[in-house]
C-alpha cells in the first residue's frame, strides 16, 4: 500500500504511526491549499510581504528558496514554504489577471468556454448591456463558411413590419447611416448629418422598385403665358413644376425671376426646352453664377411656333446659382411643358 493518495500526495496515517497528528495535520495544510486555489501571481523570487495562506506559481529560472521549483505552487503556512507540483487539469484563479485558468499541456491558461452555451450577456473586450447584450471591441470581425466551398449567411429579424431589423453606421456613437427595414418592410439606406435628421437615399419596395427619394431633380419654369425677350436681358424662373432633393429658387435675377440654386455637387442631366412662339433669331444661354456658360440652344425665325430642345451633361456645385441669358429677339411660351429647364443628377 502506498503511504501517500495518488491524486494530491496527501499521506496516510500508517498502523503502528508515532505522532499521528503530525501526519494529518499535514495532510489538512495541503488541503487546504489545493481547495478552491486561488494563486497571486506568477513570480521567480520570493516575495517580502506574505500574508498566511498565500500561494504563488514559481515562474522560470526561480532564485532564491525558491530554486530548481520552477512551475511547482509555492505556499506561505505558518512562516515557511511548503510546495505541491500542480496536475494536468488543476483549475486555479488569478489574483493578479482576474482569471480562471487549467493547467493544459503543461501551461495555464484560459479556462476554456463550454462547446454549447447560453448566456444572458457576452462581452468581447467590452462590456455588455441590457440593450447591447452582445458587444464586440476589435479591429476586425469575421463570419467564414463552416466548410470549404460552403456560404454564410447574416441574418437579422424583426417580430412584425412597424419594427427595424437594420444595420446602423455611428461616428463617435452618433448615427450616420443605416441599412435595413426600417419601420416596414422596404429595404432603405439612410444618412444622416448628426444621428437625429435622416433622409433616405435609397428605397427597394418588396416588389422591387427602386426609389431615390433625395436624388436632385428639378423642372423649373414660369407661370403661364406668352413673354418677348430682347436681346442681352436676363430671366429666371418663378414655378418649380416638379422639384426633389432640395433644389430651391434663390436670389432675385429681375423683377420677381429667381434664379435656381443646386442642391449637392456631382454630374447633371441638363435639359433645356423652349416653347417658340416667334423669333429674328435667337440664342437662350445657361449663365451658371451671373456669368454665361457654352450651355445654349439656338434658334432662327424658321423655329416659330414649334419646340425646341436641347441636353448636356454637365458638372455643378452645391450652390451653383442657375439663370438664361437671351441674345437676339423672340417671344416664348411659360407654362408646365412650355419653356422650362429640368436637371437630374446622374
Keep these: 500500500m502506498s503511504e501517500q493518495t495518488s491524486r494530491l500526495g496527501l499521506p496516510y496515517i500508517l498502523p503502528s504511526q508515532a505522532q499521528k497528528h503530525v501526519t494529518h495535520n499535514e495532510a489538512l495544510q495541503k488541503l487546504d491549499a489545493v481547495t478552491q486555489l486561488v494563486i497571486q501571481g506568477e513570480l521567480a523570487t520570493p516575495p517580502q510581504a506574505l500574508a498566511d495562506g498565500d500561494c504563488f506559481l514559481i515562474a522560470a529560472n526561480p532564485t532564491d528558496i525558491w530554486a530548481q521549483k520552477a512551475g511547482q505552487l509555492a505556499f506561505w503556512q505558518d512562516l515557511t514554504w511548503s510546495y505541491l507540483t500542480p496536475a494536468e487539469g488543476w483549475r486555479a484563479w488569478f489574483v493578479d489577471s482576474s482569471r480562471m485558468k487549467v493547467l493544459y499541456n503543461g501551461q495555464w491558461q484560459d479556462a476554456p468556454l463550454p462547446a454549447t452555451a447560453s448566456f444572458r450577456q457576452l462581452g468581447i473586450d467590452a462590456t455588455p448591456d441590457s440593450a447591447n447584450r452582445l458587444i464586440v471591441s476589435s479591429p476586425?470581425?469575421?463570419?467564414?463558411?463552416?466548410?470549404?466551398?460552403?456560404?454564410?449567411?447574416?441574418?437579422?429579424?424583426?417580430?412584425?413590419?412597424?419594427?427595424?431589423?437594420?444595420?446602423?453606421?455611428?461616428?463617435?456613437?452618433?448615427?450616420?447611416?443605416?441599412?435595413?427595414?426600417?419601420?416596414?418592410?422596404?429595404?432603405?439606406?439612410?444618412?444622416?448629418?448628426?444621428?437625429s435628421n435622416w433622409k433616405t437615399a435609397l428605397a427597394v419596395s418588396d416588389k422591387g422598385h427602386v426609389l431615390t427619394p433625395e436624388r436632385p431633380v428639378v423642372r423649373a419654369g414660369r407661370a403661364s403665358g406668352n413673354v418677348s425677350h430682347a436681346s442681352g436681358s436676363l430671366s429666371g424662373f418663378t414655378d418649380l413644376t416638379l422639384q426633389q432633393g432640395n433644389f430651391v429658387l434663390a436670389d432675385i435675377v429681375t423683377g420677381t425671376l429667381k434664379e435656381l440654386k443646386v442642391p449637392a455637387t456631382g454630374l447633371y442631366l441638363v435639359t433645356l426646352s423652349l416653347s417658340v412662339v416667334s423669333s429674328s433669331g435667337h440664342t437662350v444661354s445657361i449663365r451658371v453664377n451671373g456669368t454665361t456658360s457654352a450651355l445654349a440652344i439656338n434658334g432662327t425665325t424658321s423655329a416659330a411656333n414649334s419646340m425646341q430642345s436641347v441636353s448636356f451633361v454637365a458638372a455643378f456645385n452645391e450652390n451653383d446659382r442657375i439663370s438664361l441669358a437671351h441674345s437676339g429677339t423672340c417671344q416664348l411660351a411659360y407654362g408646365a411643358g412650355k419653356t422650362e429647364i429640368s436637371l437630374v443628377m446622374l
Excluded: C, Y
Design 140 to 195: 476586425a470581425s469575421l463570419f467564414t463558411a463552416a466548410s470549404t466551398g460552403g456560404g454564410h449567411q447574416i441574418k437579422v429579424n424583426k417580430s412584425s413590419p412597424v419594427d427595424t431589423a437594420s444595420l446602423l453606421f455611428q461616428s463617435g456613437w452618433s448615427g450616420r447611416a443605416e441599412m435595413g427595414l426600417s419601420g416596414n418592410d422596404s429595404f432603405a439606406i439612410k444618412s444622416s448629418p448628426d444621428g
